[in-house]
């Protein structure tokens, strides 16, 4: 079993700690004192040699963005913090366990933010559909304004409404100042023309939440724990085909064997494992063979995919990859916010197609068709939905390509029926098809 | 409170007006039984200072909000892929015999809309249902008859 150090969930004990009091005893607040007693330019200093990386899927480095944010007097506009609470990518539910057992500490690595980017209004966005993590977010904040700790930092929950996209960053800024979800183009960067135009930080839930770890802990504490591209502790989200689903914090740079099979508890019902997508749909696929793959950022990138959310889908043999592909793809289509050409036609061109081949009615043409779709995508918007689709529909191909080929030789699903997504409803499907179908070969 | 006073409340949140538009529908939406009829869009829209049109489109971007009448009772079924590898399917099924409505439709006694969502942010606890927006985890289609008789009571 792998040695599991609780850092973002420091103190819980399995539980939740959603009342001040317990919060305090467990040393909170001590890290934002810290904090505001240094100057922010140390306090970015110290989250940059603490290697602490985003945990909403670029991975970029937190406190090197924090550095970006113009100082004050070189921009006289008011800073803007704001936290990416709309966690959608399929395959990751971390962020939410995070607002529901830890909320102070999330909300005090908010005032500590604030105080690195010189910010006075901070705003949480969080997705409509998270209901309970409001209310105990809510409720948090009230606690802390009680408890006199804001420090004249104002900090607006926004609720979303129901839109994947708007969980990237520039979407989420149009959203939150009243607009559809559509992203912006970049640069300028938020650190310079973020929410209304001025000096913005976008961290993630968990991202923030661990500043507080880091500041409690200290930098150099915190950078012993993971590997070295990959430091601290990352709170895995494991679903699918596996025994034990469900959240674990666990140090970067464990293998998929030890999450899968150590902590997770193996494939159940005597199946064979399949497929891993390691870090959220939008990922590449691996195959059972890569299962002693390391979960850090290097590591993935080595093997051809990435860390992203950290959300580990394990899928078993009874998973049709022409079936997975086309929920996947369902779901990108269904969430194109419309405004690129090649994300809004193309994810559904590749519904489509996959569908075809699905169907027993592709030949060998749809497959080149379908490939050269993806590419047609790939590189091609603005912001990385459509991409997302083409890199996990191009994985799926690359890997299992033998069974792509089976649909089109066999004429019908190999699987006949049996697959473990058989017939699948997706909202995309549920609600009729409007506008052009692609005009069959 | 009236609508329209906590309307002008939320707008002391935001610097810019604009930004109370979510959540202006949203109260709105509640208070119209939950969908968005176009007088409450004209009603969000002189409360925030914009135009009907322009709520109109930021409503119809948002899958929570309705712009047909829904049921008094939503039920969603998550079925992206992890909660479709947990029997999602069967669960949609078991709803659709159970409430006797198409996936996607509302009851005709008006009690009830049924639909299938993307990702409910539940993966690990699937699969996951939401009742009116509120989430129950590890649901299985043998459940499903007796959360429609807890619904039919309540």
Redesign the interface.
């Given at each position: 079993m792998p040695e599991r150090p609780e850092i973002v969930f420091a103190g819980t004990d399995g539980g939740a700690l959603t009342r001040i009091e317990d919060y305090e005893a467990a040393d909170g607040f001590a890290p934002l004192r810290r904090a505001r007693a240094m100057a922010p330019d140390d306090v970015i200093a110290e989250l940059e040699a603490s290697g602490l990386r985003g945990r909403g899927g670029a991975f970029f480095p937190t406190g090197r963005k924090w550095a970006f944010v113009p100082k004050p007097d070189q921009l006289a506009k008011p800073h803007y913090l704001v936290v990416n609470a709309d966690e959608s990518e399929p395959g990751t539910f971390k962020d939410r366990e995070i607002m529901l057992r830890v909320p102070f500490r999330l909300l005090e690595g908010c005032l500590i933010a604030a105080h690195a980017i010189q910010s006075k209004h901070v705003f949480i966005y969080i997705r409509g559909e998270y209901e309970r993590e409001f209310e105990v977010l809510r409720d948090s904040l009230e606690a802390i304004r009680r408890a006199d700790l804001l420090g004249g930092v104002t900090v607006v929950l926004h609720r979303g409404a129901g839109a994947y996209i708007c969980g990237e960053e520039t979407a989420l800024l149009e959203s939150l100042e009243g607009r559809r979800g559509q992203p912006r183009t970049k640069p300028p960067f938020p650190a310079i023309a973020g929410l209304y135009a001025a000096p913005t930080a976008v961290n993630n839930v968990e991202s923030i939440t661990t500043v507080t770890s880091v500041l409690e802990l200290g930098a150099s504490e915190y950078a012993k724990l993971g590997v070295e591209s990959s430091t601290g502790t990352r709170v895995f989200s494991l679903s699918g085909d596996v025994a034990n689903p469900g959240n674990y914090e666990l140090p970067h740079g464990i293998t998929l064997r030890e999450l899968i099979y150590d902590v997770g508890g193996g494939v159940p019902g005597g199946r064979e494992l399949k497929a891993i997508i390691p870090g959220g749909s939008s990922t590449s696929v691996l195959t059972a063979v890569e299962i002693d793959t390391r979960l850090d950022f290097t590591s993935l990138v080595r093997a051809g995919s990435s860390i992203g959310s950290a959300g580990v889908i394990v899928l078993d043999d009874r998973c049709c990859m022409v079936q997975l592909g086309i929920r996947v793809s369902q779901f990108y289509e269904h969430e194109s916010c419309g405004k690129c050409t090649p994300c809004r036609v193309g994810t559904r061109w590749l519904t489509q197609i996959l569908q075809k081949i699905e169907e027993g009615r592709a030949s060998q043409p749809d497959l080149d068709l379908l490939l050269s779709v993806c590419d047609r995508i790939l590189g091609k918007c603005l912001c990385p939905l459509g991409d997302s689709d083409a890199i996990a529909v191009l994985s799926y191909v690359d890997r299992f390509r033998d069974e792509f080929q089976a649909h089109i030789d066999l004429g019908r699903c190999p699987f006949g029926g049996e697959s473990s997504l058989e017939g699948i409803l997706a909202p995309s499907a549920m609600h009729g098809r409007h506008g052009h179908e692609v005009v069959s070969a | 409170m009236s609508v329209q006073t906590q309307i002008r409340k939320l707008l002391r949140?935001?610097?810019?007006?604009?930004?109370?538009?979510?959540?202006a529908?949203?109260l709105t939406q509640e208070e119209h039984g939950g969908w968005l009829p176009p007088e409450a869009l004209r009603e969000v829209a002189d409360a925030l200072d914009l135009t009907p049109a322009y709520c109109l489109?930021?409503a119809s971007?948002?899958?929570?909000?309705h712009l047909e009448p829904v049921g008094r009772t939503i039920v969603e079924v998550c079925?992206?892929?992890?909660c479709?590898?947990s029997g999602?399917?069967q669960v949609?099924e078991a709803f659709e015999r159970e409430l006797g409505v198409r996936?996607?439709s509302t009851s005709e006694d008006g009690a009830f809309t049924l639909?299938?969502?993307?990702?409910?942010?539940?993966?690990?606890?699937?699969t996951v249902v939401?009742i009116d927006?509120?989430?129950r985890l590890r649901v299985q289609a043998e459940d499903v008859p007796g959360i429609v008789e807890e619904l039919r009571d309540a």
């Open positions: - | 949140q935001y610097p810019e007006p604009t930004s109370a538009v979510l959540p529908l949203r489109s930021i971007f948002y899958d929570q909000f079925t992206n892929v992890s479709a590898l999602a399917q949609v996936a996607g639909g299938t969502v993307e990702c409910l942010g539940g993966c690990g606890w699937a939401a927006n509120r989430h």
